[in-house]
């Protein structure tokens, strides 16, 4: 396993991909640099590219990969499906290349546009307007926690041919004297065309909640670029363990139900549509293999674990509460104050 460690030309010291610059940055010296810089600068200084043992731990049924940390030496030991990690000891951060090569090489990414404080600091204002949130889910200990990942996704543009036609009808209902009528009225309806649905994402992660996801991975409208690996610098990175093929299926249904959603907003002014046509086909155009941003904070209260995220792009935000049973039985016990004390005063008042 070769691993990357972007250096800092001025001082030797790390690079970290900065969201707000979009450019590489040193914490040490301050310095910062573009991405065609840090790759000349690469390239002049490469060293013999070694080779680290890896040693899949025996007594462990998942595989796991160590490795000693190009910085400090020490040994880091990583998920097998790990791309982008950070040395556990030095905190430097290290980019695992195999994981990024060949199959598992991403076409596209989409870098993070927000970084670790409006990370934080959404994070906060969430949890803040939240009643009953245990204190120590907003300590700096806690938010220290939030960790920046890029999740592998497949991204397909699906071609749909719409041809919907049948008879839309209106009702209406009205009285005349005492009786009561309904009209109906036909209008002959019809959706013909063809479109591309562009960049319809599917999560290609086992290891991480669909579900959870799903509510915040929306990124239609952000930017792909071409992959470098700078971008995963100072971030975690995750490459794919769901095979292409398998995911393809669910690209498409998620066109098509996006292209019967549009048919149905189109027919939504009649009250009933009988279709005579209905034809929605879908094809895949390409399917590409995609790196996307995603903040993570995993928190445990009671032995439970609740998860907040975030879309690394638009802020876009989903997250569980765990509710602190203390300040809630405190809070009760106020209501039950006043409530004894307005029925006191009620009873006062009455005598
Ligand atoms: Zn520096
Ligand atoms: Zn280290």
């Given at each position: 396993m070769s691993l990357l460690n972007y250096k800092c030309p001025s001082c030797g010291a790390s690079i970290n991909y900065d969201p707000n610059l979009d450019k590489g940055a040193c914490d040490y010296c301050g310095n910062v640099f573009t991405l065609e810089e840090l790759e000349d600068y690469a390239k002049n200084n490469e060293k013999e590219e070694k080779d680290i043992k890896t040693s899949p731990e025996e007594d462990n049924q998942e595989e796991i990969l160590s490795y000693s940390c190009d910085n400090c030496g020490a040994e880091v030991v990583s998920n097998a499906t790990t791309s982008a990690t950070f040395c556990y000891y030095c905190h430097s951060p290290v980019i695992l290349t195999k994981q990024l090569q060949?199959?598992?090489?991403?076409?596209?990414i989409v870098p993070f546009a927000i970084d670790k404080k409006k990370a934080q600091e959404t994070f906060l204002n969430w949890a803040k307007s939240k009643?009953?949130?245990?204190?120590?889910?907003?300590e700096a200990s806690q938010l220290e926690k939030i960790t920046g990942m890029y999740l592998p996704y497949w991204m397909g543009d699906a071609k749909t041919h719409v041809n919907v036609q049948g008879i839309g009808t209106k009702t209406s209902v009205y009285t005349r004297g005492d009786t009561e009528y309904t009209e109906y009225r036909d209008y002959p309806i019809t959706a013909h065309g063809d479109f591309t649905i562009e960049k319809i994402p599917e999560l290609a992660f086992t290891q991480i909640d669909r579900d959870l996801v799903k509510s915040v991975d929306d990124f239609s409208n952000a930017e792909l670029r071409d992959f470098n690996m700078l971008y995963l610098s100072g971030f975690f990175s995750e490459r794919y363990d769901i095979e292409k093929e398998k995911a393809e299926k669910s690209i498409i249904d998620q066109a098509k139900n996006y292209a019967q959603n549009f048919v149905k907003g189109q027919f939504s002014g009649y009250d009933n549509v009988k279709k005579d046509v209905d034809e929605i086909n879908t094809e895949l155009e390409k399917v590409s293999y995609v790196l996307l941003p995603t903040w993570v904070l995993t928190y445990n209260y009671l032995g439970k674990n609740y998860v907040y995220m975030l879309n690394g792009v638009n802020g876009m935000a989903y997250g569980e509460l765990p509710v602190d049973q203390k300040k809630l039985a405190l809070r009760s016990g106020i209501i039950f104050l006043i409530i004894l004390a307005l029925l006191l005063l009620g009873g006062k008042f009455i005598w």
């Open positions: 060949g199959d598992f090489k991403p076409d596209y009643p009953y949130v245990p204190r120590s889910f907003t």
